[in-house]
């Protein structure tokens, strides 16, 4: 059973910063892939960005040269720090990783942007 608990989120002026936690339980965290995805308000759920075990990783245009996505394999948790925050970038941050026959969503954090 994998479970993704999500924390960090909050109320942030714009240009401001947050760092978000995703803590991660089950024995094979180092080796998955994991990601950070993101859903504003009435809008479709779209990746932010991503880690691969290798921690090679990969970034949505949007949030490019401002978030930064890492890993800590010893904690089995993945971080997302977002810098220069706008207000576009409000909604709700899941976590995610998947395995061959099963997708593992986090409850979700919410970053609120303010202008």
């Known amino acids: 059973q994998v479970q993704l608990v999500e924390s960090g989120g909050g109320l942030v002026q714009a240009g401001g910063s947050l760092r978000l936690s995703c803590a991660a339980s089950?024995?094979?965290?180092?080796?998955?892939?994991m990601d950070w995805y993101r859903q504003p308000p009435g809008k479709q759920r779209e990746l932010v960005a991503a880690?691969?075990?290798?921690?090679?990783?990969n970034y949505a245009d949007s949030v490019k040269g401002r978030f930064t996505i890492s890993r800590d394999n010893a904690k089995n948790t993945m971080y997302l720090q977002m810098n220069s925050l706008i207000p576009e970038d409000t909604a709700v941050y899941y976590c995610?990783?998947?395995?061959?026959?099963?997708?593992?969503w986090g409850r979700g954090t919410q970053v609120t942007v303010s202008s």
């Open positions: 995610h990783t998947s395995t061959v026959s099963m997708n593992y």
């Open positions: 880690i691969t075990s290798g921690g090679t990783t």
């Open positions: 089950g024995s094979f965290f180092r080796v998955w892939t």
